[in-house]
């Protein structure tokens, strides 16, 4: 078994408000899942207007196939123009590692 995980840390545009936030975020986080099956939420900056990190997660049985995924997955959030992507932060997990 081998899982990926993959953080974004983006900067949102002209955002006043948590409200005008989440109206950006969660289609994101709803097209991760929908499009790449994966499971996707917003993890980290909750308390700031212009800031978001989403964390997404698969898990399959080729290593491969998660690389893939992920590379999808950064892609997508990388062209919205709503957002600029600051950093990614990806990890790789096998099940034979302690």
Excluded: W
Excluded at 5 to 32: C, N, W, Y
Excluded at 36 to 48: F, H, I, K, R
Excluded at 73 to 87: D, F, I, W, Y
Aim: net charge negative.
């Amino acid at each position: 078994m081998f899982v990926g995980t993959l953080t974004f840390d983006l900067l949102l545009g002209d955002v006043h408000s948590l409200k005008e936030k989440r109206s950006i975020v969660r289609p994101i986080v709803a097209e991760l899942q929908r499009k790449y099956g994966v499971c996707a939420a917003e993890v980290g900056n909750q308390d700031l207007h212009r800031r978001a990190e989403i964390g997404c997660a698969v898990v399959a049985g080729d290593a491969a196939y998660v690389t893939d995924v992920l590379d999808s997955c950064e892609r997508l959030v990388a062209g919205r123009p709503e957002v600029m992507l600051l950093s990614t932060r990806r990890r790789h997990h096998h099940d034979d590692d302690e």
